[in-house]
């Protein structure tokens, strides 16, 4: 049974950081792209990062650069996303999916910044 379960989603202030993680299980790991996305309300959902799965290359929403860093422990079938100098805007649910021909999502993790 393929499961994406995320974590370390709360409440922070402007300013603040938050590290979110991943835990998969189920399917081979190593060989998926993982990536983050979020959405916040009344909006769609959008890409925040990805890394690939064979190089570990990453990418991200321009909105993120610099603030947001992806990382993956093969060996523990877990995927970070590292959130420093949050903005309100940064409010949204954030999920992670794993994609290698075939799409798994998580179910998401709130996070809000606010003051």
């Known amino acids: 049974q393929v499961q994406l379960v995320e974590s370390g989603g709360g409440l922070v202030q402007p300013g603040g950081s938050l590290r979110l993680s991943c835990a998969a299980s189920?399917?081979?790991?190593?060989?998926?792209?993982m990536s983050w996305y979020r959405q916040a309300p009344g909006k769609e959902r959008e890409l925040v990062a990805v890394i690939t799965s064979a190089s570990g290359r990453t990418n991200y929403a321009d909105s993120v650069k610099g603030r947001f860093a992806i990382s993956r422990d093969n060996a523990k079938n877990t995927v970070f996303l590292q959130m420093n100098s949050l903005k309100p805007e940064d409010t949204a649910v954030y999920y992670c999916k794993a994609a290698n021909g075939i799409v798994y999502w998580g179910q998401g993790t709130q996070v809000t910044v606010s003051s």
């Open positions: 189920g399917f081979t790991f190593s060989s998926y792209a």
